[in-house]
């Protein structure tokens, strides 16, 4: 009933930059946080970056000046804007929301399906 669609990543030199984008769609009453994880091979799923409904930014020391996160609420999408690339960034992408379906529901949390982005040196 709630579909989360990533996209955008792929293949980039260390030093470049990439945009990724998430789209949520489905039965959808409202959103609250939007973010962004990563895992990389054999590490555990972190946070990289999250936003509030009311535009509160939160991100991981390691991305701090580099990543930029965005929402636009309208088109209930959510954007990471990947700046200064390293190859310690490489890993999956996945999007995260924390949504209502219903008026009277309860915030859930949904996970896209992942998508790579691999820095090169």
């Known amino acids: 009933q709630v579909q989360l669609v990533e996209s955008g990543g792929g293949l980039v030199q260390a030093g470049g930059s990439m945009r990724l984008s998430c789209v949520a769609s489905g039965r959808i009453f409202s959103i609250n946080t939007m973010g962004w994880y990563r895992q990389a091979p054999g590490k555990q799923r972190e946070l990289v970056a999250s936003i509030t409904s009311g535009g509160m930014r939160n991100y991981a020391d390691s991305v701090k000046g580099r990543f930029t996160i965005s929402r636009d609420s309208l088109k209930n999408t959510v954007y990471l804007q990947m700046d200064s690339l390293k190859p310690e960034d490489t890993g999956v992408y996945y999007c995260?929301?924390?949504?209502?379906?219903?008026?009277?529901?309860?915030?859930?949390?949904?996970w896209g399906q992942g998508t790579q982005v691999t820095v090169s040196s």
């Open positions: 995260n929301v924390d949504l209502r379906q219903y008026w009277n529901g309860n915030t859930r949390g949904y």
